[in-house]
């Protein structure tokens, strides 16, 4: 055969094994070479030669399975699946020097290579997204919780959130339940829950502490700090008199 590429005799010879499916399977496994090759070269019309041929293959097994064997379909069919193989064999030497110059373009481009790269640099941003959203979480997180009340009260502000008239500023260690419902991000059964831990914790010793023993979501820290204050000191008995009035017998 004569030289087709600049890549040598050698070389297309290497790269034309492909053929054999077609040439030394007797048309069982011909379709793998067109499969092949249009994977190889990208070409479509390689792939529906491949699909044709698979096709045939596969007809010619389910009719001599059916067909008795002395009945002349039976034979009609097994001269076409010889046809189909002849046929194949042409068909993959007509197509060889197409597939082997677009080969040795596609080589020479370095298409490989830039396939790969792109590859890993998607790969990478997709990593490199998905730190850094994690990261930028965490950092929000952190930030909030450890924020003081007027500082969520001057954010609120600026970013028209709330006006200043609206910030109801309660003590979380004497507010009743009421008062406590009131709170945006709070509501009236949380609060039943603030106050039972609060009894039980003998009051909150700061907003970290608020945060951690309610296990209070992300969402909520910026919405609900603005309004509750944190006393240095407390007493417990002012807690449990913030409960309701104390009758003596």
């Known amino acids: 055969m004569a030289q087709i590429t600049n ?94 110059l677009r080969l040795e373009a596609i080589v020479s481009s370095g298409y490989k290579e830039k396939e790969i790269e792109s590859l890993k640099r998607k790969i990478s941003q997709e990593y490199v997204t998905t730190i850094s959203n994690e990261d930028a979480q965490k950092s929000i997180t952190s930030t909030t919780i450890h924020k003081q009340p007027k500082e969520f009260e001057q954010e609120a502000i600026k970013e028209n959130k709330i006006s200043p008239s609206d910030i109801q500023i309660v003590n979380v260690n004497t507010a009743s339940e009421q008062e406590l419902a009131k709170v945006p991000g709070i509501g009236s059964i949380f609060a039943k829950k603030v106050i039972s831990v609060r009894n039980q914790e003998n009051g909150f010793k700061s907003f970290d502490h608020f945060v951690e023993i309610l296990s209070i979501k992300p969402h909520l820290i910026e919405k609900i700090k603005p309004h509750l204050n944190f006393p240095e000191s407390f007493d417990h008995d002012v807690v449990k008199k913030s409960e309701g009035r104390i009758v003596d017998f």
């Open 7 to 100: 890549k040598g005799k050698a070389w297309e010879l290497r790269n034309s094994i492909w053929m054999l499916w077609a040439i030394l399977t007797f048309g069982a496994l011909n379709y793998i070479s067109f499969f092949y090759a249009s994977y190889k070269v990208k070409r479509k019309k390689w792939l529906f030669a491949a699909i044709i041929y698979s096709i045939i293959f596969i007809l010619t097994m389910v009719v001599t399975e059916v067909v008795p064997i002395e009945h002349w379909f039976y034979d009609l069919t097994l001269a076409a699946y010889f046809i189909g193989w002849i046929f194949s064999i042409v068909h993959v030497f007509k197509i060889r020097p197409e597939y082997l």
